[in-house]
């Protein structure tokens, strides 16, 4: 089991940019008073926001009441104050997605705070607001002739914005564990074309579990924004995991997320081992024939699989052959390998897809380095990598990206990045001359 420390927190007070456009300023309660064992409630961290451990305050200076916030807004703002410190945060233990190596978290200091701190809340799908005035599916079927999904007289809802104020009563609802009354607070503004409170309750009390958990899914998509996503390395395998922050939320995940979800029955129709190599050699010495590469061998890794530069588990990798007959690490011949648990993890996360189509998928595109490898210069992988780069910056900030930020695992895994598109400039140049 592993900790995760925590990156330094930014000096107090701070200027917080929320998702509405409003900005704050964060700091310590001028009063001074004991310190706050635990804040494990909405409740409790709304008290503790409101004077009690911190001073939230327009930009101006003048005074702010809480309740007045949206609830997205809320959230950010708490996030940020678990992260620096003036909120107790309780760690958890989290499973790592791709070796099962249990971490355990502090999940709002691992949420990536730069463009939230720094007023960079400007991109195209991390700061996307919530549309409030569209209807969203709760029903689907399947269709049995073409496998596709399409909707069948489908049962739509529309949310409504929230005010602290106005959720409040949700959190009390939460602590009954009740469906009916945390249904009727959950802010549905029309229900199958129905608007009227009465009317909503009464079609709300006969969803089925499946539409009762995307109306759940949709209402953490109205109040959380997407930066609210704790990101932490696993220091056995390198992976960048994923987890919602923080802790405590209307609806939290178990401190305890550490037991394997049970898997789905139709997993049995996932290949084998042995099922899956036959696919890749098949597909193998079909496309080196096509591409006409020469032989490559074809190796399927079932251990843990290797990350790309940004953490991600791999599909494939490319591995070029050793220019100095054995003289470096680098194999004598290149090879291509597939990894059979990111396969396998896709098709627990996602659902059932076509694996024999994303088995040749993925040998075409690690052929294709190959080819690259012995053209001289690869620039897909240049690009590939360039991608890297530029969805850090994306989930970092631009300030805090120049600054360095995000830790010293992640600056020390992406200066190679920065010097292979150096490297890309340079080679376009000469390439001119």
């Not at 701070?14 to 309660?29: D, E, F, K, M, T």
Request: charged share 30%.
């Amino acid at each position: 089991m592993r900790a995760i420390m925590r990156s330094a927190p930014r000096k107090l007070p701070l200027q917080v940019h929320l998702p509405s456009g409003a900005i704050v300023r964060l700091a310590r309660a001028s009063t001074k008073r004991s310190p706050l064992d635990a804040c494990d409630t909405l409740e409790l961290q709304l008290h503790a926001l409101s004077g009690q451990a911190a001073e939230v305050r327009r930009a101006d200076g003048t005074n702010l009441d809480l309740e007045t916030l949206s609830l997205e807004d809320f959230h950010v703002l708490r996030t940020v104050a678990l992260a620096v410190g003036l909120l107790p945060e309780e760690p958890v233990k989290r499973r790592c997605h791709n070796c099962d190596e249990i971490l355990v978290v502090a999940l709002a200091s691992a949420v990536p705070l730069g463009p939230i701190l720094d007023g960079e809340l400007d991109d195209h799908e991390y700061d996307e607001p919530f549309d409030f005035s569209a209807t969203h599916p709760l029903t689907w079927r399947e269709q049995e002739a073409s496998g596709s999904t399409e909707l069948e007289d489908p049962l739509s809802v529309r949310l409504a914005p929230l005010t602290v104020a106005q959720a409040r009563s949700l959190w009390a609802a939460l602590e009954t564990r009740d469906r009916r009354r945390i249904g009727r607070r959950l802010g549905v503004a029309a229900l199958g074309g129905v608007e009227d409170p009465r009317r909503i309750a009464r079609k709300m009390d006969k969803l089925d579990d499946e539409s009762w958990e995307r109306l759940l899914d949709l209402f953490e998509a109205a109040h959380y924004t997407p930066r609210l996503i704790a990101r932490t390395v696993c220091p056995s395998c390198e992976a960048e995991n994923t987890y919602t922050a923080p802790r405590v939320r209307e609806l939290p995940e178990p401190d305890d997320a550490t037991e394997a979800l049970p898997e789905p029955d139709d997993i049995k129709a996932f290949p084998s081992p042995d099922a899956f190599f036959a696919s890749m050699e098949h597909h193998g010495a079909r496309l080196v024939s096509k591409l006409g590469v020469g032989a490559v061998p074809m190796i399927l890794e079932q251990g843990v699989p290797h990350v790309d530069d940004g953490g991600v588990p791999l599909l494939g990798s490319y591995t070029p052959k050793d220019e100095d007959a054995g003289g470096g690490s680098l194999p004598a011949v290149g090879e291509v390998r597939l990894y059979y648990r990111t396969f396998r993890n896709q098709w627990l996360d996602e659902g059932p897809y076509d694996v024999d189509a994303e088995i040749a998928e993925t040998i075409e595109h690690e052929l294709e380095h190959h080819r690259a490898f012995l053209r001289g210069w690869d620039e897909t992988d240049a690009q590939e990598r360039a991608q890297i780069v530029e969805e850090r910056r994306r989930i970092r900030g631009r300030a805090e990206t120049r600054r360095g930020g995000g830790g010293a695992s992640s600056l020390g895994r992406t200066w190679p990045l920065w010097a292979m598109l150096m490297l890309l400039a340079v080679l376009t140049y000469l390439e001119q001359r």
